[in-house]
């Protein structure tokens, strides 16, 4: 499998060189390896912060703190996640640290990632054209 380096405050993080998501995620995969075959994300947790994220993008562009192009963007992988076209991205087990941060970080970055990727970036990019935190949080 071929990686790339992912860094974020925490440090860096090696993710597999094609997924939609990035340090937060792998860190939480590495970091719960509990029983991952069966104890899985629920996708109706997932399709629910997407339609959460897709609302935020809309309001914050029309409380004029999210560029329009940014928040169609959003939208665009909000409607991509809520068809299952990118279930593979979200490998998180429903053990966690108890405040879903993982679960929210990981949906934030195959938000961001994606969107980069479909606006015409590479995931090797170091500069994303959505950031996770930023954007989509």
């Not at 405050?9 to 995969?29: C, F, H, L, N, W």
């Not at 299952?84 to 938000?111: A, C, H």
Request: proline fraction near 4%; aromatic fraction near 8%; glycine fraction near 6%.
């Amino acid at each position: 499998m071929e990686y790339r380096v992912e860094k974020d405050t925490m440090g860096e993080v090696k993710v597999p060189a094609d997924a939609y998501y990035g340090a937060q995620t792998q860190r939480s995969i590495d970091n719960f390896k509990i029983a991952a075959d069966i104890n899985k994300m629920p996708k109706e947790i997932i399709e629910a912060f997407a339609y959460l994220k897709k609302a935020a993008a809309i309001t914050n562009f029309e409380a004029g703190v999210l560029p329009k192009n940014k928040s169609v963007l959003i939208g665009k992988v909000c409607d991509e996640i809520l068809k299952r076209k990118l279930d593979e991205y979200f490998p998180l087990v429903v053990w966690q640290t108890g405040s879903g941060t993982q679960s929210n970080m990981n949906v934030n970055e195959v938000i961001a990632y994606r969107g980069h990727v479909l606006k015409g970036g590479k995931l090797t990019d170091k500069e994303k054209f959505l950031h996770p935190n930023d954007d989509v949080n």
